[in-house]
């Protein structure tokens, strides 16, 4: 990672941490590092869009990029129609599951590949200097909101088939699914109960969404529905919700496709790619059903990353990030329920059914700290995590992270005692926090 971009882009508060200028940096840096390329941008909802997308196309025309803005979409629909129109980079404005005052920026290459980690460096490298062009060589700007209706038709085309009788509650954060995900699943013959489908950015993510799946338990409920799935912002990640109420996420929807696909001769080498926070009990079940879990450090860029270097075909984190790497390039929330939704269909089973699984009980908390990386690196955290995991032998685990997208740090703690994690997680929280108050 470099100085400005995290494990997902670079996200920040806008004008705090994101500003106009940083924005215009970057838009200006892939001027100088390819001549005259071809820009695509879309966005999220947020009402800071315009703004960011503007700075951006700026820096970019002013060293002589033709910028075409698609308008709000999904951050898989950029990366889709980057490759579909061979545009040089894809931008998203986003900050995907963050509240409506962060924004964020994540660039994609002409597959529809996030930048590594080099690659996003490269463009820091480049906010030293500034390539301004003299007239007529500036750049040119052309709006086309239309180009999303390709994505659109892309994921009806992904289902295999119809999903005519089923009836789907879809809980759109406010973001930018709010119009295509009922559209396709309408599209697709499925009855579609929409909510929090409105473009409104200052109540994206608000107690909506992938991050509040509880919500949409209860409107499942109430519509006595076969499933929901919830998106987050910008639509990358999915978390479903079963008929009875069950909340599942991405580790549980990656279980169950990767033995539904292996069933279809779909799964490549048998094998699946998980993070270090996928459940313990979902390793050793697709274990007995003889499919491999490979595992990566936590962020999507990782396991996208093994898949790639496996040449395997599904992986995601338990955020609800999934790629099907058959299908798509970066992780999709609406192509990834889709594939939920046909395998419900093709294999004539409830979703409680295709997901029946006795997780280990995990706890997931996390602090808010001053300086992540000093904590990271105290002596004492690293002592007592090692203590607490010897102790948990081959029964358990505890991990500490640092947040790539903020200034947390996040605490898990595995094993099959959901008191025992609850004790060790809120000692080592209590450590981290006085470490944190520590001058």
Do not use: W
């Given at each position: 990672?470099?100085?400005?971009?995290?494990?997902?882009?670079?996200?920040g508060?806008?004008?705090?941490?994101?500003?106009?200028?940083?924005?215009?940096?970057?838009?200006n840096?892939?001027?100088?590092?390819?001549?005259?390329?071809?820009?695509?941008?879309?966005?999220?909802?947020?009402?800071?869009?315009?703004?960011?997308?503007?700075?951006?196309?700026?820096?970019?025309?002013?060293g002589?990029?033709?910028?075409?803005?698609?308008?709000?979409?999904?951050?898989?629909?950029?990366?889709?129609l980057?490759r579909?129109?061979k545009?040089?980079?894809?931008?998203?404005?986003s900050?995907?599951?963050?509240?409506?005052?962060?924004?964020?920026?994540?660039?994609?290459?002409s597959?529809?590949?996030?930048?590594?980690?080099?690659?996003?460096?490269?463009?820091?490298?480049?906010?030293?200097?500034?390539?301004?062009?003299?007239?007529?060589?500036?750049?040119t700007?052309?709006?086309?909101?239309?180009?999303?209706k390709?994505?659109?038709n892309?994921?009806?085309?992904?289902?295999?088939?119809?999903?005519?009788?089923?009836?789907?509650?879809?809980?759109?954060?406010?973001?930018?699914?709010?119009?295509?995900?009922?559209?396709?699943f309408?599209?697709l013959?499925?009855?579609?109960?929409?909510?929090?489908?409105?473009?409104?950015?200052?109540?994206?993510?608000?107690?909506?969404?992938?991050?509040?799946?509880?919500?949409?338990?209860?409107?499942?409920?109430?519509?006595?529905?076969?499933?929901?799935?919830?998106?987050?912002?910008?639509?990358?990640?999915?978390?479903?919700?079963?008929?009875?109420?069950?909340?599942?996420?991405?580790?549980?929807?990656?279980?169950?496709?990767?033995?539904?696909?292996?069933?279809?001769?779909?799964?490549?080498?048998?094998?699946?790619?998980?993070?270090?926070?996928?459940?313990?009990?979902?390793?050793?079940?697709?274990?007995?059903?003889?499919?491999?879990?490979?595992?990566?450090?936590?962020?999507?860029?990782?396991?996208?990353?093994?898949?790639?270097?496996?040449?395997?075909?599904?992986?995601?984190?338990?955020?609800?990030?999934?790629?099907?790497?058959?299908?798509?390039t970066?992780?999709d929330?609406?192509?990834?329920?889709?594939?939920?939704?046909?395998?419900?269909?093709?294999?004539?089973?409830?979703?409680?059914?295709a997901?029946?699984?006795?997780?280990?009980?995990?706890?997931?908390?996390?602090?808010?700290?001053?300086?992540?990386?000093?904590?990271m690196?105290?002596?004492e955290?690293?002592?007592?995590?090692?203590?607490?995991?010897?102790?948990?032998?081959?029964?358990g685990?505890i991990?500490i992270?640092?947040?790539?997208?903020e200034?947390?740090?996040?605490?898990?703690?595995?094993?099959?005692?959901?008191?025992?994690?609850?004790?060790i997680?809120?000692?080592?929280?209590?450590?981290?926090?006085?470490?944190?108050?520590?001058?």
């Open positions: 990672m470099g100085l400005f971009f995290g494990t997902d882009g670079l996200r508060k806008v004008n705090e941490d994101l500003s106009f200028n940083i924005a215009y940096k970057i838009g840096a892939l001027s100088i590092l390819k001549e005259n390329p071809t820009v695509l941008i879309g966005s999220d909802t947020r009402i800071s869009n315009t703004y960011l997308t503007l700075a951006v196309a700026s820096g970019a025309m002013s002589g990029a033709k910028v075409m803005d698609v308008g709000v979409i999904p951050t898989a629909g950029v990366a889709y980057t579909k129109i545009a040089d980079y894809g931008i998203v404005i900050a995907s599951h963050n509240s409506g005052e962060y924004n964020g920026i994540k660039i994609f290459n597959d529809g590949y996030k930048l590594s980690d080099k690659e996003e460096e490269r463009i820091e490298r480049c906010f030293i200097r500034e390539k301004v062009n003299a007239f007529p060589d500036i750049g700007y052309e709006q086309n909101f239309n180009l999303s390709l994505y659109k892309y994921l009806v085309k992904a289902s295999e088939n119809s999903l005519k009788g089923l009836t789907v509650v879809l809980d759109g954060a406010y973001g930018a699914s709010h119009r295509i995900a009922p559209d396709v309408r599209k013959g499925a009855s579609v109960i929409a909510a929090n489908c409105v473009n409104d950015g200052k109540k994206i993510n608000e107690n909506c969404g992938a991050l509040y799946p509880e919500n949409l338990v209860k409107r499942v409920f109430r519509y006595k529905a076969d499933v929901g799935f919830a998106f987050d912002g910008d639509s990358d990640r999915l978390i479903a919700v079963d008929e009875k109420g069950n909340i599942i996420d991405g580790d549980m929807i990656i279980y169950g496709l990767a033995k539904y696909l292996k069933k279809q001769g779909k799964l490549k080498k048998d094998a699946v790619v998980g993070t270090s926070h996928t459940n313990m009990a979902i390793e050793e079940d697709l274990a007995s059903e003889g499919i491999e879990l490979i595992r990566t450090d936590i962020g999507d860029k990782y396991v996208l990353s093994k898949l790639i270097e496996k040449d395997l075909s599904l992986g995601g984190e338990q955020s609800g990030h999934v790629i099907i790497k058959d299908y798509a970066t992780g929330g609406i192509l990834t329920a889709i594939i939920v939704a046909n395998m419900i269909i093709k294999e004539k089973v409830t979703m409680s059914e997901l029946k699984i006795d997780l280990y009980p995990q706890v997931n908390k996390n602090v808010v700290v001053e300086d992540k990386f000093r904590i690196n105290s002596e955290l690293g002592k007592v995590v090692a203590k607490y995991n010897a102790e948990l032998g081959s029964g685990r991990m992270r640092a947040s790539g997208t200034p947390k740090i996040r605490v898990m703690v595995e094993s099959k005692n959901k008191e025992l994690n609850e004790n997680a809120n000692t080592v929280v209590g450590i981290i926090k006085r470490i944190n108050a520590e001058v």
